[in-house]
């Protein structure tokens, strides 16, 4: 059975192996709705989210108190920034005031300059559950790593109601429950985002999940240089060095994130993700083709 719908600014897809139709269809709605359930929960764009409840406590500098589920995330947050000397920063998507990449200009230093300050995971106060703002007019944004969450979440649904046999694919990012029924694993191509015909990998994946990250959908480009929309958050500028980065991991959160730090850390990336042992393919921005999945065929992730 498979579905498929939108979510999270993406276009989604759920393909589940289900005895019954009835009983499919119950547990198709289930695994749908865990989706839409995280989304609503944590979009910045919906006024009765609890993105939007922390981003009205942040703009008056008070506290909040969250759930187990949104503290855990944030915990995962906290970590990742102490990890990655601030890279992994959820409080930077503030740089959107400033970056707009349906435009082909590019922002004043002077503009970002203003926007720095409000930027910094280290300038908020978190002690699990409780959330505080000492800098008034910070953001918290789940966005960088919730879609991701939202795979593996939902693929724990589908696990719970006994699915063995599945995989969901949230915007590109993709999370298997189990292989084909008879034992056959599903077939991922990597794309390649100079030829959109071609794939740079195409990975069998009988479990686990697939990841991908990248600047070739949103870019400027000005004066011959190109600025994609991945911006460092010490200094509100676009990375360069790796143009995408696709991670195989156990859980789609991990490959996910993974392939945001190692955009994140530009020409670094690339041995960053080879010291992590992890299977990854990236593009440099020279088009060299580096990893260990170059025509790897991944039947364990």
């Known amino acids: 059975m ?3 719908f939108r979510a999270m600014g993406s276009p989604c897809r759920v393909h589940l192996y289900l005895d019954e139709a009835a009983v499919g269809r119950n547990v198709m709605n289930a695994v749908v709705a865990e989706v839409l359930r995280l989304e609503k929960k944590y979009s910045r764009y919906r006024q009765d989210s609890l993105a939007a409840q922390i981003m009205a406590a942040a703009q008056t500098g008070a506290a909040i108190e969250l759930d187990a589920e949104a503290a855990g995330l944030l915990d995962y947050a906290d970590t990742l ?3 990655t000397d601030g890279l992994f920063d959820i409080t930077s998507g503030v740089l959107r005031r400033v970056w707009d990449f349906s435009r082909g200009n590019l922002p004043s230093q002077a503009d970002i300059d203003a926007i720095l ?8 106060h978190w002690c699990n559950p409780v959330l505080s703002f000492p800098v008034a007019g910070m953001e918290v944004d789940f966005g960088g790593y919730v879609k991701e969450y939202a795979a593996d979440s939902a693929a724990a649904v589908a696990l719970s109601l006994g699915v063995k046999h599945g995989l969901i694919e949230l915007g590109g990012d993709i ?3 189990g292989p084909h029924p008879d034992g056959s694993p599903w077939k991922v191509g990597v794309r390649d985002p100079n030829k959109p015909e071609a794939a740079l990998a195409r990975l069998d994946l009988g479990r686990g999940a697939v990841a991908s990250s ?3 959908e949103r870019a400027i480009v000005y004066n011959g240089k190109r600025y994609g929309h ?10 360069s060095g790796l143009t995408a980065v696709t991670v195989v991991a156990e859980h789609c959160l991990l490959a996910g994130t993974a392939c945001t730090v190692a955009m994140l850390k530009g020409e670094h990336g690339a041995h960053w993700l080879q010291q992590l042992g992890m299977d990854w393919i990236a593009l440099n921005d020279q088009g060299q083709i580096l990893g260990n999945l170059h025509s790897a065929q991944a039947s364990e992730a």
Request: hydrophobic share 35%.
């Open 214 to 216: 990248g600047d070739y």
């Open 81 to 83: 920034f102490r990890e």
């Open 117 to 124: 300050p409000g930027i910094g995971w280290h300038k908020v």
């Open 175 to 177: 999370r298997v429950i």
């Open 2 to 4: 498979q579905h498929g």
């Open 230 to 239: 991945i911006l460092n958050p010490h200094t509100g500028w676009p990375v």
